[in-house]
T-cell receptor, first 115, second 115 residues
Framework: SAVISQKPSRDICQRGTSLTIQCQVD?????MFWYRQQPGQSLTLIAT?????????ESGFVIDKFPISRPNLTFSTLTVSNMSPEDSSIYLC????????????FGPGTRLTVL | AQSVTQLGSHVSVSEGALVLLRCNYS??????LFWYVQYPNQGLQLLLK??????LVKGINGFEAEFKKSETSFHLTKPSAHMSDAAEYFC?????????????FGKGTHLIIQP
């Protein structure tokens, strides 16, 4: 299985600021995704991180709020911009390993609290 | 639109008893189905997956699930519950075989194990 690390693991931020979350995988992957898990809720797909091109966002999520980069096959960042308390969530990176398209793994998540 | 329904936001069983967590999906085409477990303050761990091979799928920690197309179900079972099974369980579906689409998650079922 792919080993996924995320930085930071948690953070407390002030409203109006931005936070960039990093996702690093130990092997090349086909697909990388970003999910949000609001307190006590299930997971919601934010976007697909496309290597070398703009991310593909799900309905309700926009690039200005959640800019995403994926410069290579093993690394991606998600920025949560102009944060408000409603952005307090766990943000998870997820990958589909190369050659293993029938499965999907998740990183440990970044727990974000916005005051 | 694809959807996943998990019946019961909370399920309580006694230690040693049968665990049954229900999952139904909406689809007219065979999906890829997954069960994930989330322990407190941790990321998601893949329990098992159905990818159009055997309909009875065995996973980690003694869990298994059976894909029933006629019932559009993928219920998760374990013959004998252990205290360490207490966690949040998520059923998820994906409709593309190439992994290009993200997962759609159910709302989750919190499994409580009574001593």
């Amino acid at each position: 299985s792919a080993v996924i690390s995320q930085k930071p693991s948690r953070d407390i931020c002030q409203r109006g600021t931005s936070l960039t979350i990093q996702c690093q995988v130990d092997s090349q992957v086909t697909m990388m995704f970003w999910y949000r898990q609001q307190p006590g809720q299930s997971l919601t797909l934010i976007a697909t991180a496309n290597q070398g091109s703009e991310a593909t966002y799900e309905s309700g999520f926009v690039i200005d709020k959640f800019p995403i980069s994926r410069p290579n096959l093993t690394f991606s960042t998600l920025t949560v911009s102009n944060m408000s308390p409603e952005d307090s969530s766990i943000y998870l990176c997820s990958v589909v390993p190369s050659g293993r398209t029938d499965t999907q793994y998740f990183g440990p998540g970044t727990r974000l609290t916005v005051l | 639109a694809q959807s996943v329904t998990q019946l019961g936001s909370h399920v309580s069983v006694s230690e040693g008893a049968l665990v049954l967590l229900r999952c139904n999906y909406s689809s007219s085409v065979p999906p890829y189905l997954f069960w994930y477990v989330q322990y407190p303050n941790q990321g998601l761990q893949l329990l098992l997956k159905y990818t159009s091979a055997a309909t009875l799928v065995k996973g980690i920690n003694g869990f298994e699930a059976e894909f029933k197309k006629s019932e559009t179900s993928f219920h998760l079972t374990k013959p004998s519950a252990h205290m360490s099974d207490a966690a949040e369980y998520f059923c998820a579906v994906r409709y593309s075989g190439g992994g290009a689409d993200g997962l759609t998650f159910g709302k989750g079922t919190h499994l409580i194990i009574q001593p």
